[in-house]
């Protein structure tokens, strides 16, 4: 198993879904999370890079936190695993990273920050 774990704010409110799995109702979230890391001065002024992860969430308890705690902007920390897929078997063609958050495997938790 790959393992993530980011930092960052939440670019939207979670996007919460249903799906039927062995007769029972379940929900799952998908979230995008921002990560701004320093890189240097260019002219004089503070030059940030800014990174957005796509997430899914399995684990139930995440997806009702994410739905009650969890609002667009606020900075949580994330961990779960890593899976690298290729988009197109067949030519070879580019790597796609998924990251999941599931029952077994992961957290989230909100982060105050002092600003």
Known sequence: MNKFII???????ADIR????????RHHAFIRVCS???TGQKE???????DWFSIAVFNQGLVSYLEKHCKKGAYVLVEGEMELRRV??????AVETLYRVTQSNGSIELVNRAN
């Open 18 to 25: 249903e799906r039927e799995h062995n007769g029972e109702t």
């Open 7 to 13: 930092s960052g704010n939440l670019g939207a409110d």
């Open 88 to 93: 197109d078997e067949a030519r070879d063609a």
């Open 36 to 38: 701004e890391t320093y």
């Open 44 to 50: 004089g002024q503070p030059t940030y890079r800014k």
